[in-house]
């Protein structure tokens, strides 16, 4: 089993250039989030997905959109980045009350 | 929403002591308490937790407490080994999906 795998692991963009962060997990989980780390603040919580079908806002949901596109996969958007955005973005899953489980991040630069 | 409050933000121990980490959440109905381990470049992981129904959990070298009425937790690590270094993350949860997390420690153990 891989767990939680998400691609890419960096990137580079430009102020106003859009990009999707995929996110893909074999645990058979019915949730799965997505978290920003920055630097002295720990993780936030950006959208969540309890259950296939079903997506709800964290703590910090403006400037994305996700996609649960089925039981596996939950994608984040980015349509007009900005340099606020520059981060490492980590999706998690979990069955509901359990472990969240997270990927390996993806390293994110906006210029 | 849950604000988690997470200190000290760094500490630094000799080899064989003991470490502690607190943490104080705001709101009284939060139910779920994890604690994640991230080393340097990697994803967070979980190395214990406790539900409100608890006061006290261990495994191994590493406990957790709660007190419900002061709405605090602590980790507790004893006999540090080198590997113990790393940042530690504290969470509170009012449902099984929204984790509020804390800032994090930076923990250093000396050899």
């Known amino acids: 089993n891989a767990g939680v795998t998400q691609t890419p692991k960096f990137q580079v963009l430009k102020t106003g250039q859009s990009m999707t962060l995929q996110c893909a997990q074999d645990m058979n989980h019915n949730s799965m989030y997505w978290y920003r780390q920055d630097p002295g603040m720990g993780l936030r919580l950006i959208y969540y997905s309890a259950s296939e079908g079903t997506t709800d806002k964290g703590e910090v949901p403006n400037g994305y959109n996700v996609s649960r596109l089925n039981k596996r996969e939950f994608s984040l958007r980015l349509e007009s980045a900005a340099p606020s955005q520059t981060s490492v973005y980590f999706c998690?899953?979990?069955?509901?009350?359990?472990?969240?489980?997270f990927g390996p991040g993806t390293r994110l630069l906006v210029l | 929403g849950e604000n988690v409050e997470q200190h000290p933000s760094t500490l630094s121990v000799q080899e064989g002591d003991s470490a502690v980490i607190k943490c104080t959440y705001s709101?009284?109905?939060?139910?779920?308490f994890p604690w994640y381990k991230q080393e340097l470049g990697k994803r967070p992981q979980l190395i214990i937790d406790?539900?409100?129904?608890?006061g006290e959990k261990k495994d191994q070298r590493i406990a957790v407490t709660l007190n419900k009425t002061a709405k605090h937790f602590s980790l507790h690590i004893t006999e540090t080994q080198p590997e113990d270094s790393a940042v530690y993350f504290c969470?509170?949860?009012?449902?099984?999906?929204?984790?509020?997390f804390g800032a994090g420690t930076t923990v250093t153990v000396r050899a």
């Open positions: 969470a509170a949860s009012l449902n099984d999906y929204k984790l509020s």
């Open positions: 998690a899953s979990s069955n509901s009350g359990r472990t969240q489980y």
């Open positions: 406790i539900r409100s129904n608890v």
């Open positions: 709101d009284s109905a939060s139910n779920y």
